[in-house]
């Protein structure tokens, strides 16, 4: 039973196969995931690196993905520092260790392939109820509706509903109404179709009003007001951190680069620029000794700045502030890293870093020479 009363849903499904599927097929964009036949694999592959990231960041990544693991089989034979290294700059680095951890279970469970069943699908490592339902659709003509932030928007502002579109329940009363929406004969048309109205039309600024195939049956429209909806609460401050790296020289011109541990963290298994966030009272040359002294068991001089990176992650921003620096005492030790090396400038695309560390790796390929410890520790 609809989530809305029968005088608004009737028009909005009748409006569903006359004017937005009509729409759809004359609009949609030509996207890689989009070619016929769709493989199952690549559905999963273009959802999972969907998620939070914009569709033109999204495709260079989705072509070299796949020409890299065309398929299950060779994505988990891959050693879990191949994938990060593809997945880099990609950002929420999660999404890369789950899909490598189901490509194990594939193999091991599913003869190499994704399930069609949708319950089997949502066990795997990754996969929620948006996913699932998508790869599902796409792939497999499962009826099942999917609701991503696109199509809230378009549905919050076709009714011009009031509530807080963050609160659970109203997610829920979305969802519903998604799936009474939903044309069991054409499924996968019919979240991609709302989807890309969303992503063409119903932007969350400036909305295409006059283009939209669904304009008769909406009452944000009606009301004037299209970007009023969707409500949602104000966002509280985002916090920020001040973090300290350091470049470690060795007489020999080699930089020191440590890993951070797998195991949890939204960067696990990166290499970086050792460091950490400063604390009270601290300058910056303190902080990145203590947190030396405290990750790799090293006891450093810290040196000249190189560069302050400036990054935003989604529920915090940094300034990442490198300096050069030397051993005084001590040997690397991994207390709070997975591992180290010794490494040049030229030798940095070996190793799957962050957006931020990139930063600072673009900052010494910029130098006119590569930094020399004896100009910098005479």
């Known amino acids: 039973m609809s989530a809305i009363s029968p005088k608004i849903f009737k028009p909005l499904r009748a409006a569903v196969r006359i004017r937005l599927l009509p729409w759809f097929a004359k609009n949609a964009r030509d ?11 690549a559905v999963w ?3 999972i690196m969907l998620q939070q990231t914009r569709v033109d960041t999204v495709i260079p990544y989705f072509h070299r993905f796949l020409a890299r693991f065309p398929g299950p089989a060779a994505l988990a034979a891959a050693p879990l520092q191949d994938v990060l290294k593809l997945w880099e700059n990609l950002g929420y680095y999660s999404r890369a260790r789950q899909i490598h951890k189901a490509a194990k279970i594939l193999v091991r ?4 392939r994704l399930p069609s069943d949708p319950e089997q699908l949502a066990t795997l490592p990754g996969l929620g109820p948006y996913t699932t339902a998508a790869i599902a659709s796409f792939a497999f003509g499962h009826p099942l509706a999917v609701l991503d932030g696109n199509v809230i928007r378009v549905f919050a502002r076709l009714l011009a509903l009031p509530d807080d579109v963050g609160l659970s329940a109203t997610k829920k009363k979305l969802q519903q109404l998604a799936n009474d929406l939903l044309l069991r004969d054409q499924p996968a048309a019919t979240n991609e179709a709302w989807m890309e109205l969303g992503a063409l039309i119903c932007t969350p600024r400036a909305p295409r ?16 007001t299209p970007e009023a909806f969707p409500v949602k609460k104000k966002k509280m ?10 470049v470690i020289l060795n007489a020999k011109n080699q930089i020191l680069i440590a890993q951070r541990k797998a195991e949890g963290g939204m960067l696990a298994g990166l290499w970086e620029f050792p460091g950490g966030k400063i604390a009270p009272g601290e300058t910056m040359p303190q902080c990145i000794a203590r947190e030396l002294k405290e990750e790799m068991g090293i006891d450093i001089e810290v040196g000249p700045h190189l560069v302050t990176v400036p990054h935003a ?7 990442l502030h490198a300096h ?4 005084r005492s001590g040997r690397p030790r991994h207390l709070e890293c997975a591992g180290h090396a010794w490494t040049t ?22 130098l006119p020479e590569p930094p020399r410890y004896r100009d910098l520790f005479p």
């Open 313 to 319: 992650y989604s529920h915090f921003t940094i300034d």
């Open 45 to 47: 592959i273009s959802e």
């Open 345 to 366: 400038r030229d030798r940095f695309g070996d190793f799957p870093f962050s957006k931020a560390d990139h930063g600072i790796i673009h900052a010494l390929r910029a």
């Open 31 to 41: 996207l890689p995931w989009r070619a016929e036949p769709r493989p199952p694999y």
């Open 209 to 224: 009003c006059p283009e939209c195939p669904m304009r008769g049956v909406c009452r944000a429209i009606k009301s004037k």
């Open 237 to 246: 401050k985002v916090p920020h951190k001040v973090v300290g790296a350091a």
């Open 109 to 112: 469970d599913h003869g190499g």
């Open 324 to 327: 050069f620096a030397r051993i």
